[in-house]
């Protein structure tokens, strides 16, 4: 099976570490974020690795040059974008995905079965499958409730509230790509309105592994402390 990781993003968000140094870089310990996650994958024998570079591409290329006894492990391909053409837009440049493949977000911490997700979107008969992940979000004011006269009808003090969210982790069968047109800008989420407009089957894979996406300095944080405390979780090679 193959694998596509996107890692041509600017990392607006995580600034001011990504201002001169692309966001797939940053170091868990002594490795970037992006190794760990192809370690992630050598472990089960996902080995036809195909980076999407955008921003600060050189310095990627350049410091995989550097890691002779990880590229052995594996067969690495680069493709390059000109000009951002979006999180789901730049899957058209890669050539040859003409089987099931993972696709996932460069800048994610995660000890996820890939295996399992594999076998889980096989069984749904699914197009597109999304790993997701349990959030919780609390509103830390008091919520009011008003009708249309603005008189207040109820009143909650620090609600919460639970969602599902894409963990930045995909399964796709090759017919997805029908959806997306060369050089076109096309984010994720307006791809899977797509396939969702055209009847397409798209399926989620609820896990409770450990993740983090590396989006903002705090959740950069919390990614050091995870990694510190339980590094020894994510099998790296």
């Known amino acids: ?8 993003g600017k990392g607006q968000r995580l600034r001011p ?4 140094f692309p966001k797939p870089l940053v170091p868990l310990g002594d490795r970037p974020v992006l190794e760990i996650l192809i370690q992630r ?12 570079l955008g921003h600060l591409a050189e310095l990627v290329r350049a410091y995989f040059q550097h890691r002779k ?3 052995d492990q594996i067969t690495l391909r ?10 789901a837009g730049s899957l058209a440049l890669v050539p040859g995905l003409e089987e099931t493949f993972l696709a996932m977000n460069g800048d994610l911490l995660t000890n996820l079965d890939f295996k399992r997700l594999v076998e889980f979107h096989r069984e749904q008969g699914a197009m597109l499958t999304i790993a997701t992940h349990t959030r919780r979000v609390k509103i830390d004011l008091g919520v009011v409730e008003l009708d249309g006269n603005n008189r207040i009808t109820h009143y909650i003090e620090k609600p919460e509230a639970t ?20 050089g ?30 590396i989006g903002r300095p705090d959740d950069y944080a919390k990614a050091q402390e995870l990694f510190t405390e339980k ?5 790296l090679v």
């Not at 099976?1 to 041509?8: K, P």
């Not at 800008?185 to 996406?213: H, I, M, N, Q």
């Open 17 to 20: 570490f990504t201002v001169n």
């Open 163 to 182: 969602y599902q969210v894409s963990m930045g982790v995909y399964v796709y069968e090759p017919g997805v790509l029908r959806y997306i047109e060369r």
């Open 1 to 8: 099976m193959r694998a596509v990781i996107l890692a041509g």
């Open 184 to 213: 076109k800008y096309l984010d994720f989420p307006d791809l899977v309105l797509r396939l969702l407009k055209s009847g397409e089957r798209v399926s989620a894979y609820p896990t409770d592994c450990l993740w983090l996406d």
């Open 41 to 52: 994958l050598i472990r089960f024998g996902i080995t036809d690795i195909t980076l999407t």
């Open 69 to 71: 006894g990880l590229v």
């Open 231 to 235: 590094g020894e979780a994510f099998d």
């Open 78 to 87: 680069y493709v390059e974008e000109e000009e951002p053409t979006g999180t």
